[in-house]
């Protein structure tokens, strides 16, 4: 945990002008077991001090790669430099964005540096478990990944605090031919979540059961079909649904994307969606309960509070920084975030989700007599026009209201604002995701859910 040298700072702000400043640590760990072979023990850290100061509107940026009180005092000295000659040659003065209640964010929850040799152990333990329950597979890995961010945020006009991001998650992939092909298909299970390696895996024991049904739809899937190519109706499962929540709805309106052109500009206030659907930005609670990755306060010194993007159809919000919802007149969230200590606070999604309805997950496999419940994805993209495309790496055909054989790897494409309109079933529960990065410009660890949603989509085939 980073000791606070930044808090005494606050003396050197300069009057009549806004400071931030971020003393910042990332830790990164990976262990990777492939057929029972340790092929990656990696362990990297990073620490530093960043300072933005605005003055007229006008920023100055400088960070350092190190952390005593001399360095912090020169960064805060260099961004004041920096934006007292950037107004200097402006010419003009632009408008700010106005000051944000105060306050202190204690720290949320501790980083624990656990040795790597028990990590290790762990996973060599779970990878014994699949060798010797499942001795038929072609190929199997087990892979550790943990990633923590240390943040002390210090402003002269907002909000400052200790802010903490731990989270660990362990992946577990197996292997078989499929029947019909004869080529290698593969299935994958995230287990794990927010805190340290104890939390999530102290006790192993809930990690084999999870095994098993891994190992159970990699024996459907051995022996799926190819999907059939067209505009299908489909149930996306939650991680589906997730999934597109965060890539082609989530950056289209997030405000510096918005004021580069996104298709959501002209959109708002209008009808982007079926009525059954809203969409939220959750800061660090959801219907009652914590987040997978809840954040208090962001990177400007702003009390993180949840953004309503869309409202039953409606697209009513964008995610916005401080600057930019001053341009908008909106209220800032607390999504501007950034991951090194050498980057910017940039306007990133935190805990993107489709709330749930009011069907059952049976009520709507029965409603539909040809189509295919897509329950998991492996990869997604998507553009500023909401245009999509993500890979399916587990579903099952519907027959006659019923499951019926797995499918095969395949792709399902659309532009999102057109295909949330032809949801007509949400169901009455929401699966979270949050063990991925968004790439957007910077890493940023982000959680993502949905429910399952019936609709149309354009599935591809072989």
Not at 113 to 130: G, L, P, R, S, T
Not at 247 to 262: F, I, R
Not at 344 to 366: F, H, Q, V, Y
Request: proline share 4%.
């Amino acid at each position: 945990m980073l000791n606070d040298i930044i808090t005494p700072q606050a003396r050197y702000f300069a009057d009549g002008m806004q400071s931030v400043m971020r003393g910042h640590e990332n830790r990164t760990r990976r262990v990777s077991l492939l057929k029972g072979n340790l092929v990656q023990n990696i362990r990297m850290e990073s620490r530093g001090i960043s300072a933005r100061v605005t003055k007229n509107g006008y920023y100055g940026f400088s960070s350092v790669a190190s952390y005593t009180e001399e360095d912090a005092r020169m960064v805060l000295k260099a961004a004041t430099e920096n934006a007292l000659f950037l107004d200097r040659k402006a010419g003009k003065t632009r408008k700010g964005y106005p000051a944000l209640p105060g306050g202190t964010v204690p720290v949320n929850r501790l980083i624990v540096d656990f040795e790597q040799k028990k990590i290790i152990d762990a996973c060599k333990e779970v990878d014994a478990y699949i060798a010797k329950t499942y001795p038929d597979l072609l190929s199997r890995s087990v892979t550790y990944t943990e990633d923590s961010q240390d943040k002390i945020i210090l402003t002269s006009d907002a909000a400052s605090g200790h802010v903490t991001y731990p989270r660990c998650y362990m992946y577990i992939r197996m292997t078989a031919l499929a029947t019909l092909t004869g080529s290698p298909v593969e299935v994958t299970e995230i287990l794990g979540g927010a805190g340290s390696f104890e939390d999530n895996f102290g006790d192993l024991s809930p990690v084999y059961p999870a095994v098993d049904a891994l190992y159970l739809q990699l024996m459907d899937k051995k022996e799926g079909v190819y999907a059939e190519a067209g505009n299908k109706t489909v149930i996306l499962g939650g991680k589906m649904s997730g999934m597109l929540a965060h890539e082609a709805v989530g950056h289209t309106v997030e405000a510096d994307l918005v004021m580069g052109g996104s298709v959501a500009g002209p959109c708002l206030h209008k009808q982007v969606a079926s009525e059954l659907v809203t969409l939220i930005d959750y800061a660090h609670t959801a219907l009652g309960e914590t987040v997978p990755l809840p954040v208090y306060l962001d990177d400007e010194g702003t009390l993180a509070k949840d953004a309503v993007l869309i409202q039953d159809g409606i697209l009513v919000g964008y995610m916005n920084s401080r600057e930019s919802a001053e341009y908008f007149g909106m209220e800032p969230c607390g999504n501007a975030r950034a991951w090194d200590f050498n980057d910017e606070p940039l306007i990133r999604m935190r805990n993107t989700a489709i709330l749930p309805g009011k069907s059952s997950l049976e009520e709507m496999i029965e409603s539909i007599d040809d189509g295919y419940y897509l329950v998991n994805t492996s990869n997604g993209q998507a553009d500023v026009t909401g245009e999509f495309m993500f890979g399916v790496s587990m579903g099952y055909e519907i027959k006659k209201g019923k499951l019926g054989r797995a499918i095969l790897d395949t792709t399902v494409s659309g532009i999102a604002f057109d295909m949330l309109k032809t949801a007509d079933m949400i169901s009455d529960t929401l699966s979270w995701e949050s063990s991925g990065f968004c790439g957007k410009k910077q890493r940023m660890p982000v959680g993502l859910a949905g429910p399952d949603i019936r609709c149309k989509i354009t599935i591809g085939g072989r």
